[in-house]
């Protein structure tokens, strides 16, 4: 008896240009979306609120999310309130805040330390205030977005408030060099490779990267609607089984190099070449470097203790109120269940490959 | 983008400012006040107008265009999931005109505004002017509908105002005669 040839499902599935959709580029290009049977076309979109509507129409099958996007999509607070999960997270770390070089030496160029920097910004802030001169500008991606919360998290904890003492403002990725190069912003906190990209085009300085903040905090998860992963349970398995595969591909040895040039050669993001070879390798780039955590041991594996915090901070800004089933919540937006099974369907890593990385 | 002006101009609408995605959005928004935006779903300025809504309700809220051909399924889903948007289909004037109406009629719904009733009256008042000089036209030139209204339209774009008031003074000059 002849073989029938397995039909591939084919998948749309949205990303933004940021180096850790990365996960993404190796899936596809090292073959292991063709090798669970999924025949994926990755579709470059302009915002992450796009994004979120595409997916919800149907337009898109998946999609890179940023990490609390789900848990605001079951919350209706992010104005549509379509039920959305994630079973893998396909980055942690990878982001910085950086300020202009004006701000940078207004505050004596700080060293790379959360606390001696939040004192520096504290004394040029008090000062501006005392002249009388506007407030500065602070930019991050999306409200519901690690970024977001990291950015103010730091802010607060400097004596800083945000809204009252600095206006902060949500400006998309590719276009947060213009802003801070024109001076309508001050400084941001987003993902690699945009803040090294202001320091090879000279027009800003990083002050940390965000792992200083919060060490090893989901960034990027991959969402699906919750209707979706149910009419489409096995091919869902199939898909978290890939970039479980592409993640682990990602931590060994020499393969960051080549994933970098993946990056470069696939044109999705028009940043510096130098700025994308060196956000995933993090060599030569000391205490600045992004540090991207892609799938170490059970690294991809989505954590409570991330959406604990997310919905935390939610509160703390007042992007929600009333109570909160925050386990049925949890567990409805991180399906970790899913992920154990898929981890079953991945193949491991060929004999021979060293895990040239371990989780911090 | 002239069509789009165009058949906001037609429709009544004042277009304030026309914006690139690397212009500064924050500032334009403040020193235009508009009262909504229209911006194309792929558009990255997207997160930052969404995030203003959130941080005041009374900044304007984005109205999201679908440029590319959709279809039907994609738009049913697309307004069942609540999205703010509404698919141009292919950029046909003819057919943006309603679509960017009901996105506004929507809008202000949404808002809740006071405003909303006296403006859907005018634009009641302005639909059966506008019916009864295409009429008019229809019958003096001896030309089809279509063929009126684009004349009216026409009329409209090139005086620079309302397709309503272009009907009003032809049903006025008809009556003088």
């Not at chain 1, 979120?52 to 898109?60: Q, V, W």
């Not at chain 1, 600045?288 to 059970?298: E, H, K, L, S």
């Not at chain 2, 558009?43 to 051909?69: C, H, M, N, W, Y």
Request: charged residues 25%; proline residues 5%.
């Amino acid at each position: 008896m002849n073989a029938t040839p397995v039909k591939r499902a084919r998948l749309r599935i949205g990303m933004l240009p940021l180096a850790d959709a990365v996960p993404l580029l190796v899936a596809r290009d090292m073959g292991f979306f063709a090798g669970q049977g999924l025949d994926v076309t990755l579709s470059l979109e302009g915002s992450w609120a796009g994004i979120r509507d595409k997916l919800a129409a149907g337009m898109l099958d998946a999609a890179q999310l940023l990490a609390p996007m789900p848990l605001a999509a079951n919350l209706g607070a992010d104005r549509l309130g379509v039920p959305m999960e994630a079973a893998i997270v396909l980055s942690r770390n990878g982001s910085s805040i950086t300020v202009s070089n004006e701000l940078f030496l207004a505050m004596g160029s700080p060293p790379p330390d959360p606390v001696a920097a939040g004192q520096a910004l504290w004394r040029v802030i008090e000062a501006d205030r005392v002249a009388g001169r506007p407030r500065r500008t602070f930019a991050h991606v999306f409200p519901f977005s690690a970024h977001h919360y990291l950015l103010r998290d730091w802010l607060d904890a400097a004596g800083i408030e945000p809204d009252r003492d600095v206006d902060v403002v949500v400006i998309p990725p590719p276009l947060m060099l213009e802003h801070l190069r024109s001076g309508r912003v001050d400084g941001y906190c987003v993902g690699a490779p945009w803040g090294m990209a202001a320091e090879i085009e000279g027009v800003g300085r990083r002050l940390m990267p965000t792992h200083l903040l919060r060490m090893d905090c989901a960034d990027k998860v991959l969402g699906v609607t919750r209707e979706w992963a149910m009419l489409n349970a096995q091919t869902h398995l199939s898909l978290i089984a890939a970039l479980i595969e592409a993640g682990r591909w990602l931590e060994q040895a020499d393969h960051r190099e080549q994933a970098a040039q993946m990056l470069v050669d696939s044109r999705l993001i028009a940043a510096p070449h130098e700025s994308l070879l060196r956000a995933l390798t993090d060599e030569g780039d000391g205490v600045y470097a992004p540090r991207f955590v892609f799938g170490v041991g059970d690294s991809a594996k989505p954590r409570h203790e991330d959406a604990r915090w997310f919905l935390s901070q939610m509160r703390r800004w007042d992007q929600v109120n009333g109570p909160i089933d925050v386990d049925a919540l949890v567990q409805s937006s991180h399906r970790l269940g899913l992920y154990e099974q898929a981890e079953s369907l991945a193949r491991a890593p060929a004999a021979g490959d060293v895990v040239a990385r371990c989780l911090h | 983008m002239s069509l789009l002006d165009s058949a906001l101009s037609a429709a009544g609408h004042e277009v304030v400012g026309r914006l690139f995605d690397t212009d500064d959005i924050l500032r334009a928004v403040d020193r235009l006040a508009p009262d909504i935006v229209l911006l194309d779903v792929d558009s990255p300025t997207r997160d930052t107008l969404e995030s203003l809504g959130q941080i005041s309700r009374d900044r304007p809220r984005p109205i999201v265009l679908f440029a590319q051909k959709s279809d039907s399924e994609t738009i049913r889903r697309a307004m069942r999931a609540g999205v703010s948007a509404y698919v141009v289909d292919g950029m046909n004037p003819n057919r943006l005109q309603p679509v960017i109406e009901v996105a506004i009629a929507r809008f202000e719904e949404f808002q809740g505004m006071r405003r909303e009733l006296e403006n859907a009256k005018i634009k009641l008042a302005d639909r059966r002017d506008v019916e009864k000089a295409k009429g008019l036209l229809m019958k003096r030139r001896g030309v089809n509908e279509d063929v009126a209204y684009e004349l009216m339209r026409k009329m409209a774009m090139d005086r620079n105002i309302r397709l309503g008031e272009i009907a009003r003074s032809l049903i006025a000059a008809a009556e003088l005669l």
